[in-house]
């Protein structure tokens, strides 16, 4: 029976839930479910684990766009079909994942994903950069600073050698957000793009009212910078809002609240670099990123400027660190007056916090390494 708009409730179903995950269980994870025993990653992008009932599964890792067509889909269902029994998952960072029962299926599996041009690049395992967590962009979002798949896709193209091989200290997490909303893992990731702002909102008095709870819009300030106001439109007082540009840090959270506060930008709007997050207890507790280079342009479409900062912190990581140590804790180990230094990186008031509990950021101790960021000041 169609769905019949004069009657909307009729027939509806709801809450059903998301269908259960066991139904789509390959055989060899059905049988084998909390009786694994251990685990080894024979190449870069393939896993091998072993059950306690001797069986063994092979799993094949491929990057995706994450943003993929119908036709996509299906060419993976294809995939699955011919060597996996159909079954095929994805995983948390949005690669997917081919499952095997056998050793002897791996490489005619291989192959066909080979044969198909870039489209399933094996990999995404290990000591490595996997799959960029990312957002909606200019694709589907309102309130982003930067889009999220072409940036993705040009740091992606940079740092292929990193997805398809192991050679890295630890792996690297990299993660962006359009926006400071930081929908994903910005905040925590070794990596971060993130989207931001430099220009106040706009205000549009004529439709403020109309389209807005100015409390919210008020209350939506993390810094107190938005205040209740009157207007004169069209001869008649109206109520609506001033924003003292003074305080405001552009960080877009009015506009979310209230349509009538536009701050998107040509020019002011770019991307800021975090590093350092981690999100594993792993050796030291989770870290959050933390800002490194506060503006690189919007330069589409690839985003030069973003591809370099990222491949060179990349690299300067991959020199310096040791074994097993994530990009934070790397950077804590030798002090970050020195990680600016080795990276490059010019070092900015902007990445001194000033937002209330900033002080326990600061420096409160005569331990501390001489750069050449140091003897700049100095000079
Ligand atoms: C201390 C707090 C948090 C930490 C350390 C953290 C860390 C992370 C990390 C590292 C990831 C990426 C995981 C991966 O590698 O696959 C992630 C994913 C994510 N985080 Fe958080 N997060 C925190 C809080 C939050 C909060 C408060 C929200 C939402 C309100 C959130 C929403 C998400 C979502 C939706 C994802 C994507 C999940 C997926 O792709 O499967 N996180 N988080
Ligand atoms: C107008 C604003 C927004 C739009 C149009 C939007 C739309 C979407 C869409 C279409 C998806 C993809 C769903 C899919 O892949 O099936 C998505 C994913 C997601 N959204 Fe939003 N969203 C918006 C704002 C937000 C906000 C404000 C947050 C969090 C504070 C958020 C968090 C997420 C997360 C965590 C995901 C999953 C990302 C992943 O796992 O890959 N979104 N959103
Ligand atoms: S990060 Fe911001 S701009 Fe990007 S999808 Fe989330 S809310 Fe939208
Ligand atoms: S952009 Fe952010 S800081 Fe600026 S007025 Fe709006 S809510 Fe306040």
């Not at 092979?58 to 294809?78: F, M, N, Q």
């Not at 109520?239 to 040509?266: Q, S, W």
């Not at 997050?277 to 342009?297: C, D, E, H, M, T």
């Not at 985003?303 to 491949?311: F, G, L, M, S």
Request: aromatic fraction near 8%; include cysteine.
């Amino acid at each position: 029976m169609g769905y019949n708009p004069d009657k909307p409730m009729d027939g509806r179903l709801s809450d059903l839930g998301p269908p259960h995950y066991e139904q789509f269980f390959p055989q060899v994870i059905r049988e084998n479910k909390g009786k694994w025993l251990w685990h080894e990653i024979l190449q870069a992008g393939v896993l091998m684990h072993k059950s306690e009932t001797g069986a063994e599964v092979y799993t094949v890792r491929v990057g995706s766009a994450r943003l993929i067509s119908i036709e996509h889909v299906r060419e993976l269902c294809d995939i699955a079909d011919a060597h996996c029994d159909g079954h095929l998952r994805f995983t948390t960072r949005n690669n997917v994942e081919f499952m095997v029962d056998a050793k002897e299926k791996v490489q005619p599996l291989l192959d066909d994903l080979a044969s198909r041009g870039n489209k399933f690049p094996v990999g995404g395992t290990g000591a490595g950069v996997t799959n960029i967590v990312h957002t909606q962009g200019w694709a589907h979002c309102h309130t982003p600073a930067t889009d999220a798949s072409g940036v993705v896709k040009a740091v992606m193209d940079e740092l292929f050698e990193y997805f398809t091989s192991q050679v890295l200290p630890a792996q690297c997490r990299i993660a962006l957000a359009c926006c400071l909303n930081m929908c994903g893992a910005v905040h925590a990731s070794d990596i971060a793009i993130l989207g931001v702002h430099r220009k106040p909102p706009m205000i549009d008095h004529t439709r403020i009212s109309g389209v807005c709870e100015l409390p919210l819009a008020i209350s939506s300030c993390p810094l107190g910078a938005v205040k209740p106001a009157k207007a004169v439109v069209n001869g008649k007082e109206i109520k609506t809002v001033k924003v003292n540009v003074e305080r405001c840090m552009f960080c877009g959270n009015c506009y979310t609240m209230c349509p009538a506060m536009p701050l998107a930008d040509p020019d002011g709007d770019g991307i800021a670099i975090l590093v350092g997050g981690k999100v594993s207890n792993s050796r030291q507790a989770p870290k959050f990123s933390k800002l490194v280079i506060p503006f690189l342009p919007n330069n589409t479409p690839r985003w030069p400027e973003v591809v370099n900062a990222i491949k060179g912190i990349l690299e300067a990581y991959a020199a310096g660190a040791n074994k097993y140590e994530r990009l934070g804790e790397w950077a804590e180990r030798i002090g970050w007056e020195k990680f600016f230094e080795v990276c490059e990186i010019p070092f900015t008031d902007k990445s001194i916090d000033d937002y209330r509990l900033a002080y326990d950021s600061w420096r409160t101790t005569t331990q501390f390494k001489y750069t050449s960021h140091t003897a700049s000041y100095t000079k």
